[in-house]
């Protein structure tokens, strides 16, 4: 159960970062262009669930909260 969860939560973040790195490459924009490519190369680098879920909670928020 714990390597399918993995996947399923990896394919989520990895598609929302899809979004901000598309939107941050067309707007110009540099944070959410950094934050999708993080997005999508992060999952790569987590060893459970929790920690993955809590990473990329963080990395979903950041472009929200810091406006460049």
Known sequence: ???ASIMVWSVLFGGIGIGYFMYGK???A???FCTGLALFVYPY?????TLLLAVGVV??????FIKL
């Open 1 to 3: 159960m714990d390597s």
């Open 26 to 28: 067309k707007q110009k």
């Open 30 to 32: 540099i944070v959410p």
């Open 45 to 49: 680098f987590m060893p459970n669930v």
């Open 59 to 64: 990395l979903v928020a950041i472009p929200y």
